[in-house]
Nanobody
């Protein structure tokens, strides 16, 4: 089992930057790909960024406009998401997720590849 705990959300003004953190625990947490998703009210959960188990490979869906940066520190079992030039439409609950596979070296990029989820952290961006 993998446990994930997110932090770093809150109320931020548009134009600013923010870094979310997610601490992973569990015997195989550092051997899994990790990702950040977000879900706004009434909308589907969407992938924001993902990273391989080593941290050497990352994936950003085309829709994310280059404002997101994901990285991880396996020594701290932590994955980070930096968001720059925040917009009100970034308002959502942000979830950290770990891949189902503990042996793959590729970056998980599909919702079905993730099996473990955190409780989420709310980010609200004011105009």
């Amino acid at each position: 089992q993998v446990q994930l705990v997110e932090s770093g959300g809150g109320l931020v003004q548009a134009g600013g930057s923010l870094r979310l953190s997610c601490v992973a625990s569990g015997r195989t947490s550092n051997t899994r790909g990790l990702g950040w998703f977000r879900q706004a009210p009434g909308q589907a959960r969407e992938l924001v960024a993902a990273i391989s188990r080593s941290g050497q490979s990352t994936y950003y869906p085309n829709s994310q406009e280059g404002r997101f940066t994901i990285n991880r520190d396996n020594a701290k079992s932590t994955v980070y998401l930096e968001i720059h030039s925040l917009k009100p439409e970034d308002t959502a609950v942000y979830y950290c997720a770990a891949s189902r596979s503990a042996t793959s070296y590729t970056v998980p990029s599909d919702l079905d590849e993730f099996a473990y989820w955190g409780q989420g952290t709310q980010l609200t961006v004011s105009p």
